[in-house]
């Protein structure tokens, strides 16, 4: 059991530090979307030229605040990636000073 030990904790960190990748590369293509999103919300006229399902006065406050909240995810997904690549990193220099063929 102690052997398997090392081979399940890196498959774990390699799922996480995926999920962070991902997660990461989701928001920050939220981040390079959300400008588009301003240009067009004052080129309408009328009733029903608006972009969206939300009135103008909601978009222009859940905008930023989506900015913030990608921005956030952001720098959280990457921190955790670079936390799971440490923690890969130094799990697999321990293994590697272990003799015998346990390691």
Known sequence: MPAAYPQRALTVLLLFGTLAA?????A???IFQLPSGRVGTGAGAGAGAGRGALPEPAAAVLLPVSAVLAALCLVLNV?????C?????FSTEL???????DR
Do not use: K
């Open 95 to 101: 293994c590697r000073g272990q003799p015998g063929p």
């Open 79 to 83: 921190s955790c990636l670079l936390l």
């Open 85 to 89: 690549l440490l923690h890969g990193y």
């Open 22 to 26: 991902a997660m990461a590369l989701l």
């Open 28 to 30: 920050s293509s939220l």
